[in-house]
C-alpha cells in the first residue's frame, strides 16, 4: 500500500488468475475495504473489472441463449426486453444492477397487463441469470420481486354448450372461413396457429392429423412451420359437426383457412377473419377461449386425464389436470347448491351435476 500525491491510498490485489488489480481509497479503511471486496469478487468467479453493459449482454443472450427458440418465443423475449427493459436498464453495466433498478423496470409496466409483467420479469430474471452464470455479475437482483396484480374480473375461461351452439348457429351466414376457423379450435381443440396450419391433405375421413403451425413475423407467415412441441403431433377425431363446417369451405388452396384471396393467412387477414366473428358472437370470445371449451367438453365427456393430454397436445399431464381440476372445483360448487336444495325439500334426483365429476384428479 502507499499514499498518492494526490492524498488517496492505492494498494495492489493480485487476482486468482494472476492479474494484478489497483483499488483506490481516501483512507487506510477504505482502500482495504476496496481490496476485500475485490477479492470477494474474484472468489466468487466473477470477472473483476468486466464493465460489459445490460445491452451489450443482451445482444449476447439473444444469440446465445434464443437463437433456437420459435420465431414466436422470441418475439416474447425481444418485444419485452426492447420496448420495457432497454429504455432503462440499457447503459448500465451489469455489475452495477441492483433490485432497485428491476423495481424501476416493474414499476414502468405496473399498469400494463399481468401476462406482460410476467414476461418483462421472465426477460430480466434470465438474462441476468445467464450473466451471473458466466461470472459477469453477482446475486439475484430479480429475487423477491413480483408483478403488480389488477383487481380486474377474471376473463371467462370456456363457452358453455349452450353458448357454443350460439356462436356457431349466429356465424350460420358468416365468412365459412371464420366458422370453420371456430369450428377447428372449438371440435377438436386446435390452437390457433395449428388451425392456420391445417391443409386439406391432413383430413382423411373422419381424422385430422396436426402437422405444422402457422404463425407470423410481422404481418407475414413464418416460413418455418414447425409445431409448439412434440406432443402437438396428434391424430384428433372430427365430429360431425365439423366435418359440416368443412364441407362449407371453397376449396382454393392447399390450406383450409386463408386470406379472402385464397393466399396463405397473414396477420391482417387473421385479425379482419375474427372481426367477423366478434361482431356476430353472441357473447365474448377468444380463439384460445375456443381450445378451452373444447377440453372442458372432453371432461364433461368423461374422457380420462392422459386421453385428453394427447387430444390437447400438451407437453405435460399437468397442463390438462390444471384444466380438469378447475372444473371439478366448479362441480363441487354446483353440488353445494344441489346439497342445500335436496335438504330444503326440492328435487332428490343429481340434476345436471356431471357423472364426470366424480372422476378424482389431484391438482
Request: with cysteine.
Amino acid at each position: 500500500m502507499k499514499k498518492r500525491k494526490d492524498g488517496r491510498y492505492q494498494k495492489k490485489v493480485t487476482l486468482s488468475d494472476g492479474r494484478q488489480k489497483l483499488v483506490y481509497g481516501r483512507t487506510i479503511a477504505e482502500v482495504n475495504q476496496a481490496a476485500d471486496a475485490l477479492r470477494d469478487q474474484d472468489r466468487q468467479g466473477l470477472v473483476v473489472g468486466d464493465t460489459t453493459t445490460v445491452d451489450e449482454w443482451a445482444k449476447t443472450w439473444f444469440a446465445t441463449y434464443k437463437s433456437g427458440l420459435r420465431n414466436n418465443t422470441q418475439n416474447v423475449y425481444r418485444n419485452a426486453y426492447n420496448n420495457h427493459i432497454l429504455p432503462l436498464l440499457a447503459t448500465l453495466r451489469l455489475q452495477d444492477i441492483r433490485p432497485v433498478h428491476v423495481r424501476q423496470v416493474m414499476q414502468s409496466v405496473a399498469d400494463k397487463s399481468e401476462s406482460l409483467q410476467g414476461k418483462v420479469l421472465v426477460t430480466m430474471r434470465q438474462l441476468f441469470t445467464t450473466a451471473r452464470q458466466n461470472g459477469l455479475m453477482q446475486g439475484d437482483p430479480t429475487e423477491g420481486i413480483k408483478i403488480t396484480p389488477h383487481a380486474r374480473p377474471k376473463k371467462k375461461e370456456y363457452l358453455t354448450l349452450e353458448e357454443q351452439d350460439a356462436l356457431i348457429a349466429a356465424l350460420e351466414s358468416a365468412d365459412p372461413r371464420a366458422r370453420c376457423f371456430v369450428g377447428l379450435c372449438l371440435y377438436c381443440g386446435l390452437r390457433r396457429e395449428e388451425a392456420l396450419g391445417l391443409q386439406w391433405g391432413d383430413i382423411q375421413g373422419d381424422k385430422l392429423t396436426v402437422n405444422r403451425a402457422v404463425t407470423f413475423l410481422n404481418n407475414q407467415p413464418d416460413p418455418i412451420q414447425e409445431l409448439k412441441s412434440k406432443s402437438a403431433h396428434r391424430t384428433l377425431p372430427v365430429p360431425q359437426r365439423l366435418l359440416d363446417l368443412l364441407a362449407a369451405v371453397p376449396r382454393t388452396s392447399l390450406y383450409i383457412i386463408t386470406c379472402a384471396d385464397g393466399e396463405i393467412m397473414t396477420r391482417i387477414g387473421f385479425r379482419r377473419m375474427w372481426d367477423k366473428v366478434k361482431r356476430v358472437s353472441p357473447c365474448e370470445v377468444r380463439p384460445h377461449q375456443l381450445r378451452h371449451s373444447y377440453c372442458s367438453n372432453l371432461y364433461r365427456a368423461g374422457i380420462d386425464l392422459k386421453t385428453a393430454q394427447y387430444l390437447m397436445g400438451h407437453a405435460t399431464i399437468q397442463m390438462t389436470a390444471n384444466i380438469y381440476t378447475h372444473m371439478e372445483k366448479e362441480d363441487a360448487s354446483a353440488s353445494l347448491f344441489q346439497l342445500e336444495r335436496y335438504l330444503s325439500g326440492g328435487s332428490q334426483t343429481g340434476g345436471d351435476f356431471s357423472k364426470s365429476s366424480q372422476k378424482v384428479v389431484n391438482p
